[in-house]
C-alpha cells in the first residue's frame, strides 16, 4: 500500500514535470540514494559524485574508456620537479555567465583543501596553487608527483563570486550537519545546471545552452533531467516498468536475470573499479560498541583473521548477491594500476579456524559488538548474512541500519567499533592508500580510514608511492603496500559488484566502472 502511495504521487510530479517541459527532450533517472547536498567539496560519495559533477567540472575529465583527458584545463606539463603548470581552456563561462578565470580555479583548490572539505584527502602534498595570468596556473608541490593531474579530477571548479555572495567561502561541514546556501544551490560550469533540489525526493537539472563542450560529437541529447530517489527496490522497478522513469541506476540483484530478458530494456553490466569493506575500530583501548570491557578485541590480528575466516563470501556473492559480484581478496580491483593478482585470494572459509583463533586471542566464549551498515538493501542483506556467520564462530554481531546522513559521518568520524563501507576510487592507486589506509591527520591523511588504523611503515610507503616520479619504481611501492595491508588486514574486503543499470530502449549511455553516468553524453531516442 505505501509503494502504491509512494507511486502515485511520483507519477504526478513527473507528469507535472512534463508537462512543464513538454517540448524538451527528458531523463528521468530512479536511484535508491540522495545525494545529500549540492556541496562539490563536502561529501565523497558516489550517490553524491552522481550529481554534484553533471553541474560542475573539473581540470580534467575522463573520456568514454575512463581515460584522463582535458576539461576545465586544456593542457599541463611538469614544470620543474615539484612545479606543474595548468593551462586553462579560453571562453567557459558559468550558469550566470560569468567568465570562469584563473581566479577561480585558485579559489576552488584552495577551497577543496579546507578542514571541512571532504575531498582535501586527495590533494596531499600540494603546498600551493597560484594564478599566472587569467588562464594559467601553477601547483607547487612537497615532493615530486608523475601523477599529479590524476589527484585533480572529482576537484570541482566553483564560482569564486558566487561563492562569496552566498558566504560560502568554505566547504559545508556535513559531519557538523552545517546548513549553507551551497547545500541546496549550485553554480558550476558543467553540462547542467540546477533547477531544484529537494533532498530525499529529487534533483532536478537542465541543460546549460553555454556548455563549453557543446560542440563535442560525443554529446548527447537530453535537456531536462530528472532524478528521483526510491528507496523501495520494488517501486523503482514498478516506475521503470510503468514508464515513470527511463533508468534504474541501481536494480535489485534478484531482478537482474529478469530485467536482462525483457525486450522492452536494456541491462548494461560492468565490473565494479570499487570494493566493499569490513573494517574495525583499532584505535581505542575500549570499544564504543562493545561487550568486551578494558580491552579492544580488534586491536590483536587473530581476531581480525577470525572474522576473515568466519565469512563465507561466495556463499553470500551466491545467495545474497545472485551472482553479481565477484569475491575479493585484494584492497584494490584489478581495474586500479599497481593490483596484484597473488594478494586477491580470499583468505578462506574456515569456522573452525576463526574459534581457534579468537581463543587464542582470548575469547574461547566470543564477544558482542554493534555492526553499523548503511540501509541500502542489498548491503543490509550482506550484513544480515554476515552477523549470522559470525555468531556461528561466537562474535556476537548486533547489525544498527542506519540512513546515509547517519551513516557516513560514523565512516567519516571514525564513531563505528566494525562497519561496512565502500570504496569506489579512480584508476590510480594512491589516493585508495592515502584515504584509507594511512594515518590520520587533519591535512587529508586517512580522511576514510574509520577504524583510524596506524602503521608508520605503511604511512612511509603510501608517501614513497606519491612522490616516486619513475612509473616503474612507483608500482612497485604499490606492491609492497599491498602486501603489508595483507600481512595486517587492518580491514577485510569482501566483494567488488557488477554495476547493473535498466533503462528504456530508448536511452543510449555509457557505463563508467565507477557506476556514475555522464549526462552529457546520454541520448533519448
Same mark, same amino acid.
Given at each position: 500500500?505505501?509503494?502504491?502511495?509512494?507511486?502515485?504521487?511520483?507519477?504526478?510530479?513527473?507528469?507535472?514535470?512534463?508537462?512543464?517541459?513538454?517540448?524538451?527532450?527528458?531523463?528521468?533517472?530512479?536511484?535508491?540514494?540522495?545525494?545529500?547536498?549540492?556541496?562539490?567539496?563536502?561529501?565523497?560519495?558516489?550517490?553524491?559524485?552522481?550529481?554534484?559533477?553533471?553541474?560542475?567540472?573539473?581540470?580534467?575529465?575522463?573520456?568514454?574508456?575512463?581515460?584522463?583527458?582535458?576539461?576545465?584545463?586544456?593542457?599541463?606539463?611538469?614544470?620543474?620537479?615539484?612545479?606543474?603548470?595548468?593551462?586553462?581552456? /579560453?571562453?567557459?563561462?558559468?550558469?550566470?555567465?560569468?567568465?570562469?578565470?584563473?581566479?577561480?580555479?585558485?579559489?576552488?583548490?584552495?577551497?577543496?583543501?579546507?578542514?571541512?572539505?571532504?575531498?582535501?584527502?586527495?590533494?596531499?602534498?600540494?603546498?600551493?596553487?597560484?594564478?599566472?595570468?587569467?588562464?594559467?596556473?601553477?601547483?607547487?608541490?612537497?615532493?615530486?608527483?608523475?601523477?599529479?593531474?590524476?589527484?585533480?579530477?572529482?576537484?570541482?571548479?566553483?564560482?569564486?563570486?558566487?561563492?562569496?555572495?552566498?558566504?560560502?567561502?568554505?566547504?559545508?561541514?556535513?559531519?557538523?550537519?552545517?546548513?549553507?546556501?551551497?547545500?541546496?544551490? +549550485?553554480?558550476?560550469?558543467?553540462?547542467?545546471?540546477?533547477?531544484?533540489?529537494?533532498?530525499?525526493?529529487?534533483?532536478?537539472?537542465?541543460?546549460?545552452?553555454?556548455?563549453?563542450?557543446?560542440?563535442?560529437?560525443?554529446?548527447?541529447?537530453?535537456?531536462?533531467?530528472?532524478?528521483?530517489?526510491?528507496?523501495?527496490?520494488?517501486?523503482?522497478?514498478?516506475?521503470? +516498468?510503468?514508464?515513470?522513469?527511463?533508468?534504474?541506476?541501481?536494480? /535489485?540483484?534478484?531482478?537482474?536475470?529478469?530485467?536482462?530478458?525483457?525486450?522492452?530494456?536494456?541491462?548494461?553490466?560492468?565490473?565494479?573499479?570499487?570494493?566493499?569493506?569490513?573494517?574495525?575500530?583499532?584505535?581505542?583501548?575500549?570499544?564504543?560498541?562493545?561487550?568486551?570491557?578494558?580491552?579492544?578485541?580488534?586491536?590483536?590480528?587473530?581476531?581480525?583473521?577470525?572474522?576473515?575466516?568466519?565469512?563465507?563470501?561466495?556463499?553470500?556473492?551466491?545467495?545474497?548477491?545472485?551472482?553479481?559480484?565477484?569475491?575479493?581478496?585484494?584492497?584494490?580491483?584489478?581495474?586500479?594500476?599497481?593490483?596484484?593478482?597473488?594478494?586477491?585470494?580470499?583468505?578462506?572459509?574456515? /569456522?573452525?579456524?576463526?574459534?581457534?583463533?579468537?581463543?587464542?586471542?582470548?575469547?574461547?566464549?566470543?564477544?558482542?559488538?554493534?555492526?553499523?551498515?548503511?540501509?541500502?538493501?542489498?548491503?543490509?542483506?550482506?550484513?544480515?548474512?554476515?552477523?549470522?556467520?559470525?555468531?556461528?564462530?561466537?562474535?556476537?554481531?548486533?547489525?544498527?541500519?542506519?540512513?546515509?546522513?547517519?551513516?557516513?559521518?560514523?565512516?567519516?568520524?571514525?564513531?563505528?567499533?566494525?562497519?561496512?563501507?565502500?570504496?569506489?576510487? +579512480?584508476?590510480?592507486?594512491?589516493?585508495?592508500?592515502?584515504?584509507?589506509?594511512?594515518?590520520?591527520?587533519?591535512?587529508?591523511?586517512?580522511?576514510?580510514?574509520?577504524?583510524?588504523?596506524?602503521?608508520?611503515?605503511?604511512?612511509?610507503?603510501?608517501?614513497?608511492?606519491?612522490?616516486?616520479?619513475?612509473?616503474?619504481?612507483?608500482?612497485?611501492?604499490?606492491?609492497?603496500?599491498?602486501?603489508?595491508?595483507?600481512?595486517?588486514?587492518?580491514?577485510?574486503?569482501?566483494?567488488?559488484?557488477?554495476?547493473?543499470?535498466?533503462?528504456?530502449?530508448?536511452?543510449?549511455?555509457?557505463?563508467?566502472?565507477?557506476?556514475?553516468?555522464?549526462?552529457?553524453?546520454?541520448?533519448?531516442?
Amino acid at each position: 500500500m505505501r509503494a502504491n502511495r509512494y507511486l502515485t504521487r511520483l507519477c504526478a510530479a513527473v507528469l507535472l514535470w512534463a508537462a512543464l517541459t513538454a517540448q524538451a527532450t527528458v531523463l528521468r533517472v530512479a536511484s535508491g540514494f540522495d545525494p545529500q547536498t549540492m556541496d562539490p567539496h563536502a561529501l565523497a560519495l558516489l550517490y553524491h559524485t552522481r550529481i554534484a559533477f553533471q553541474v560542475h567540472d573539473c581540470l580534467v575529465g575522463r573520456d568514454a574508456q575512463f581515460r584522463l583527458e582535458p576539461a576545465l584545463a586544456v593542457s599541463w606539463q611538469a614544470n620543474g620537479a615539484t612545479s606543474w603548470r595548468f593551462k586553462l581552456r /579560453p571562453g567557459v563561462s558559468f550558469h550566470d555567465g560569468t567568465p570562469f578565470t584563473a581566479d577561480d580555479a585558485v579559489f576552488s583548490i584552495e577551497r577543496a583543501m579546507g578542514p571541512s572539505s571532504q575531498r582535501s584527502f586527495g590533494l596531499k602534498g600540494l603546498v600551493a596553487v597560484k594564478k599566472v595570468d587569467d588562464l594559467t596556473i601553477d601547483f607547487q608541490l612537497a615532493a615530486p608527483d608523475a601523477v599529479w593531474p590524476e589527484k585533480l579530477w572529482l576537484v570541482a571548479m566553483m564560482s569564486k563570486r558566487w561563492a562569496q555572495a552566498h558566504g560560502v567561502e568554505k566547504a559545508q561541514d556535513f559531519n557538523a550537519k552545517q546548513e549553507t546556501h551551497a547545500v541546496r544551490n +549550485a553554480m558550476g560550469t558543467g553540462p547542467y545546471r540546477l533547477v531544484s533540489y529537494q533532498p530525499d525526493v529529487h534533483v532536478k537539472l537542465e541543460r546549460h545552452p553555454g556548455y563549453w563542450g557543446r560542440a563535442d560529437k560525443r554529446q548527447g541529447n537530453v535537456e531536462q533531467v530528472s532524478f528521483v530517489s526510491i528507496r523501495s527496490d520494488a517501486t523503482r522497478l514498478a516506475a521503470l +516498468a510503468s514508464g515513470e522513469v527511463d533508468l534504474v541506476l541501481d536494480p /535489485p540483484f534478484q531482478d537482474v536475470q529478469r530485467l536482462k530478458a525483457d525486450p522492452r530494456l536494456t541491462l548494461l553490466s560492468v565490473p565494479d573499479i570499487g570494493t566493499q569493506y569490513f573494517t574495525f575500530d583499532q584505535a581505542r583501548d575500549e570499544l564504543l560498541h562493545g561487550d568486551v570491557k578494558d580491552r579492544n578485541p580488534f586491536k590483536d590480528r587473530r581476531v581480525r583473521l577470525a572474522v576473515a575466516h568466519a565469512l563465507n563470501i561466495d556463499l553470500i556473492v551466491q545467495k545474497v548477491l545472485r551472482g553479481q559480484a565477484t569475491p575479493a581478496g585484494s584492497f584494490i580491483s584489478p581495474l586500479v594500476d599497481g593490483y596484484l593478482a597473488e594478494v586477491d585470494r580470499r583468505i578462506p572459509y574456515d /569456522p573452525a579456524r576463526a574459534r581457534a583463533l579468537l581463543a587464542e586471542a582470548g575469547y574461547p566464549k566470543g564477544f558482542g559488538v554493534t555492526l553499523d551498515c548503511v540501509n541500502a538493501g542489498y548491503r543490509e542483506a550482506v550484513c544480515q548474512a554476515a552477523t549470522a556467520m559470525l555468531a556461528q564462530v561466537g562474535i556476537r554481531a548486533t547489525l544498527r541500519s542506519s540512513p546515509t546522513n547517519q551513516f557516513f559521518p560514523k565512516l567519516s568520524q571514525a564513531t563505528a567499533s566494525f562497519i561496512e563501507f565502500g570504496w569506489t576510487p +579512480a584508476t590510480d592507486p594512491w589516493a585508495t592508500l592515502n584515504g584509507l589506509f594511512r594515518t590520520w591527520d587533519p591535512q587529508g591523511g586517512g580522511t576514510f580510514n574509520a577504524g583510524r588504523y596506524s602503521n608508520p611503515k605503511l604511512d612511509a610507503l603510501i608517501d614513497a608511492v606519491r612522490t616516486e616520479p619513475d612509473l616503474t619504481r612507483r608500482r612497485a611501492r604499490v606492491g609492497v603496500a599491498l602486501r603489508l595491508i595483507h600481512d595486517d588486514l587492518p580491514y577485510v574486503p569482501l566483494y567488488r559488484r557488477t554495476l547493473n543499470w535498466a533503462m528504456a530502449k530508448k536511452v543510449v549511455a555509457v557505463q563508467w566502472p565507477n557506476d556514475t553516468m555522464e549526462l552529457r553524453w546520454v541520448k533519448v531516442q
